[in-house]
Structures are given as structure tokens and as C-alpha cells.
């Protein structure tokens, strides 16, 4: 069964740094990632890393967000520099197994005060 735990979240001010991680187990994962949902917007992606270490990115992020992966851990982190009020949002995991099959962790509340 795949479980993800997610840590991380929190409040900062805007120019801040915050890291989110995330802790997967019960499979293997060929893509690991990140999305965010902010009050009244849908869902959208932020950034995820491929088994083969390519990376993809939301414009609204690139040169201030970084995508990295622990495989020994299973691991997913999201290092997020120079915060921007507009970066508040519910940040949440997402994962899929080689089986191509997708899951979600909890969410992590990210708020960034101006």
C-alpha cells in the first residue's frame, strides 16, 4: 500500500525559504512531484522529477523553486526560495508508480505574508 507523508509547510515572509519533503513507501515510483491549489484556483502543477532525473517546471517558479529526489529514502523535496505572497497555497505530493498508477498526500499549508 503507498503512503506519503508530507512535512514542510508553514509561514514565511515574502523574499523567505521554505523546504517541503515528502516521504513515499509501498512501491516504486517512476515520477514524483509536486502541485498546489490555491483558495478558488484548481489544482496546478508546481514541479516534478522523472526516474531519469528530468524536471519540469511552472514558469510562475523556475530560478526560484528546486525539484530533488533521495532514492535511498524515497523521498521528494521542493526547496522554495524568494517566496512570493502569490506561492501561498495548499502544496501537495503527488506520486506514480511504475504501475501507472497516481496518489496524493495530505497537503501542506504554504502561506507567504507581503
Known amino acids: 500500500q503507498v503512503q506519503l507523508v508530507e512535512s514542510g509547510g508553514g509561514l514565511v515572509q515574502a523574499g523567505g525559504s521554505l523546504r517541503l519533503s515528502c516521504a513515499a513507501s509501498?512501491?516504486?515510483?517512476?515520477?514524483m512531484g509536486w502541485y498546489r491549489q490555491a483558495p478558488g484556483k484548481q489544482r496546478e502543477l508546481v514541479a516534478r522529477?522523472?526516474?531519469?532525473?528530468?524536471?519540469n517546471y511552472a514558469d510562475s517558479v523556475k530560478g526560484r523553486f528546486t525539484i530533488s529526489r533521495d532514492n535511498a529514502k524515497n523521498t521528494v523535496y521542493l526547496q522554495m526560495n524568494n517566496l512570493k505572497p502569490e506561492d501561498t497555497a495548499v502544496y501537495y505530493c503527488?506520486?506514480?508508480?511504475?504501475?501507472?498508477?497516481?496518489?496524493w498526500g495530505q497537503g501542506t499549508q504554504v502561506t507567504v505574508s507581503s
Open positions: 503527488n506520486v506514480r508508480t511504475v504501475l501507472l498508477n497516481d496518489y
Open positions: 509501498g512501491s516504486i515510483f517512476s515520477l
Open positions: 522529477l522523472y526516474s531519469g532525473d528530468n524536471t
